[in-house]
């Protein structure tokens, strides 16, 4: 079934309005902006920076055969938002979503992810934990001068801060609604900033990716297929409108950072990348995103390995604007992210194919040979009275036939039939 749209989106619930005071402040830096400047501003947030800081984190992993994603999402002023809202364009159950919080519970995981040296401390009693971003006098080991670059709380959710909701779309197509409540401990919790990541495991290929393949697969033994990745973060343009009809507790919200990870085995050849791409890199940290991608997975699961693997990065960000003197921020709104892959795909199942029709081919063509030739008698022509070369030789046809269409991963489907 063709999803309803292509990617997530992530928004928040309970931001309360702003009152009299922030209104007033609002209109009068307004109304000192001049007119085109006040266009900038249109969509933007305030000449406050503090108010464009929160980010998004998206990855997508493809390992072992299936798809996982994983979000996060920082926040910051979050006493006023009571939970996360995610739109999955396809049917979540229940057993496909889990907290991460408090699985990261080492300095190793939590510096993969943000790429920083980090300082972890934490309970297990507890519903969150402290992370430090640490300086550059706290890598030299001067305990005397430790000064955190940041400090925020990564959150541990329970299962129940999880609630799924599933919407019937008028297109025939189901969507899945995504509810993260935000424990309320966290308010006695002197932390400016949150953070909270989860997974949603078996991710429908068929949300983010097109796939073209060679028309004549069938007889070849490697061809190559392209894929055609189309993941969009906050994109309302081709969006229901069931899903963006709701109530004015939700809105998007204004980030300063989305950034897209894309994991892909390293045979994949990227031949384009849309806007906002950032580059790729291979996973030198082994061990630690080994340890990442298996946290979640079930004992009797043949462990990931990302040795084969390379990440896709894109990265939209926030725009520092000025006019007449006035610094204007313009957040991100959504992030599109389009890339063209492609690999070369044989089997073991291809490969005998290939063989086998060749020697089918071969045999059919010395048999007709064989049959009309007009000048001399052999075997094939000897037996033509009693028509058994002819039925042996449409016999070959229609197996060569057979063989010709039948699918091209049939080696792999049949594997993984097997493996369940």
């Given at each position: 079934m063709t999803p309803a749209f292509s990617g997530i989106m992530v928004r928040y619930c309970g931001i309360s309005k702003p009152d009299a005071a922030e209104r007033i402040a609002d209109t009068h830096v307004a109304s000192n902006i001049a007119p085109e400047a006040r266009l900038l501003k249109k969509g933007a947030d305030n000449v406050n920076d503090v108010a464009v800081s929160d980010q998004l984190h998206v990855n997508l992993w493809e390992i072992n055969g299936s798809s996982i994603l994983d979000l996060g999402v920082m926040i910051n002023k979050w006493e006023s938002i009571e939970s996360i809202q995610v739109d999955l364009?396809?049917?979540?159950?229940?057993?496909?979503?889990?907290?991460?919080?408090?699985?990261?519970?080492?300095?190793?995981?939590?510096?993969?992810?943000?790429?920083?040296?980090?300082?972890?401390?934490g309970a297990a009693d507890q519903s969150y934990a402290e992370i430090s971003f640490r300086s550059v006098d706290d890598i030299q080991g001067n305990a005397?001068?430790?000064?955190?670059?940041?400090?925020?709380?990564?959150?541990?959710l329970n299962p129940k801060s999880f609630e799924l909701i599933s919407l019937n779309l008028s297109?025939?197509?189901?969507?899945?609604?995504?509810?993260?409540?935000?424990?309320?401990?966290?308010?006695?919790?002197?932390?400016?900033?949150?953070?909270?990541?989860?997974?949603?495991?078996?991710?429908?290929?068929?949300?983010?990716?097109?796939?073209?393949?060679?028309?004549?697969?069938?007889?070849?033994s490697s061809s190559f297929v392209t894929r055609i990745i189309d993941f969009r973060i906050?994109?309302?343009?081709?969006?229901?409108?069931?899903?963006?009809?709701?109530?004015?507790?939700?809105?998007?919200?204004?980030?300063?950072?989305?950034?897209?990870?894309?994991?892909?085995?390293?045979?994949?050849?990227?031949?384009?990348?849309?806007?906002?791409?950032?580059?790729?890199?291979?996973?030198?940290?082994?061990?630690?995103?080994?340890?990442?991608?298996?946290?979640?997975?079930?004992?009797?699961?043949?462990?990931?390995?990302?040795?084969?693997?390379?990440?896709?990065?894109?990265t939209a960000s926030s725009e520092q604007l000025q006019?007449?003197?006035?610094?204007?921020?313009?957040?991100?709104?959504?992030?599109?992210?389009?890339?063209?892959?492609?690999?070369?795909?044989?089997?073991?199942?291809?490969?005998?194919?290939?063989?086998?029709?060749?020697?089918?081919?071969?045999?059919?063509?010395?048999?007709?040979?064989d049959i009309f030739k007009p000048t001399e008698e052999s075997y094939w022509s000897g037996i033509v009275a009693d028509k058994s070369a002819i039925f042996l030789i449409a016999g070959l046809c229609l197996f060569a036939v057979v063989l010709m269409f039948t699918p091209t991963d049939g080696w792999k489907f049949w594997n993984n039939k097997r493996r369940r």
């Open positions: 364009p396809w049917e979540v159950h229940a057993r496909d979503v889990s907290d991460l919080g408090a699985k990261l519970n080492n300095e190793k995981t939590v510096a993969a992810i943000f790429n920083e040296v980090v300082y972890y401390q005397q001068s430790v000064r955190p670059k940041d400090r925020f709380c990564l959150v541990r297109d025939g197509s189901i969507s899945t609604q995504l509810n993260i409540s935000i424990p309320f401990e966290l308010k006695d919790a002197a932390f400016e900033k949150i953070y909270i990541r989860f997974r949603v495991k078996n991710v429908p290929p068929g949300v983010y990716s097109s796939v073209f393949k060679q028309k004549d697969r069938n007889i070849l906050n994109v309302r343009r081709g969006t229901p409108d069931e899903i963006l009809a709701n109530d004015s507790s939700v809105r998007f919200p204004k980030f300063k950072k989305i950034h897209f990870f894309l994991t892909l085995e390293r045979a994949q050849i990227c031949e384009f990348e849309s806007q906002h791409f950032i580059g790729c890199r291979s996973l030198f940290d082994e061990e630690v995103w080994n340890e990442y991608v298996r946290l979640e997975a079930p004992r009797h699961a043949n462990p990931a390995n990302v040795r084969n693997y390379l990440g896709y990065q894109w006019r007449d003197g006035i610094t204007v921020t313009k957040p991100v709104k959504d992030l599109v992210v389009l890339g063209r892959f492609s690999h070369n795909s044989s089997n073991a199942f291809n490969i005998c194919r290939f063989i086998f029709l060749g020697l089918l081919f071969g045999m059919i063509g010395n048999g007709l040979w």
